[in-house]
């Protein structure tokens, strides 16, 4: 099962990854992308890293975390991929390659008997149009990276205010 929570800065969209992470069935790993380039985002990562339970298995994956993940389904349980948005940016941004590579990392976990897979993004296009070019582009393709991966999934809700509102699928 591939479920997909959506939802913008400070959202509680990881929060509700780490409880489904915990609810779900053994062995529970997380493939983590985002990479502490300052001191404050090194702090947020220090603050996931302060709540989850020590005993789950962290695994920084960067740009490969694809083939993590694809790696990581032959030990079924539940695998939590924070953050898609970040493993876009480690690839530069390029689209097609990263859809390509999307469907291959998410193929294991398509069979709602198998393992679980909860995927965690920044939801694009609730504020205003970026004034750069670069960061239009970069938001263009995580938006079409956003829907081909709610396409995949079973389950996809949008995290607001620490809600979660059910877009696709009836999980609980």
């Given at each position: 099962m591939i479920r997909l929570l959506l939802g913008g800065t400070r959202s509680?969209?990881?929060?509700?990854?780490?409880a489904l992470l915990a609810a779900?069935?053994?062995?529970?790993?997380?493939?983590?992308?985002?990479r502490a380039c300052d001191f404050a985002?090194?702090?947020?990562?220090?603050?996931?890293?302060?709540?989850?339970?020590?005993?789950?298995?962290?695994?920084?994956?960067g740009a490969e975390a694809m083939d993590v993940l694809a790696r990581e389904a032959a030990a079924g349980g539940t695998v939590l991929l924070d953050s898609l948005d970040f493993w876009l940016f480690a690839c530069h941004g390029d689209t097609v390659e990263a859809n390509v590579a999307l469907a291959r990392g998410f193929a294991p976990y398509g069979d709602p008997g198998g393992p679980e897979l909860i995927v965690v993004s920044a939801e694009t296009g609730l504020g205003p149009v970026a004034g750069d070019a670069?960061?239009?582009?970069?938001?263009?393709?995580?938006?079409?990276?956003?829907?081909?991966?709610?396409?995949?999934?079973?389950d996809v809700r949008l995290i607001a205010a620490g809600l979660s509102v059910q877009l696709k699928g009836n999980a609980p």
């Open positions: 509680g969209k990881s929060g509700h990854g780490e779900g069935p053994l062995p529970h790993r997380v493939v983590a992308t985002g985002f090194r702090e947020r990562i220090n603050a996931h890293k302060r709540v989850r339970d020590p005993r789950v298995a962290v695994i920084e994956a670069a960061t239009r582009q970069f938001i263009d393709a995580l938006g079409a990276l956003n829907q081909a991966a709610a396409a995949l999934a079973h």
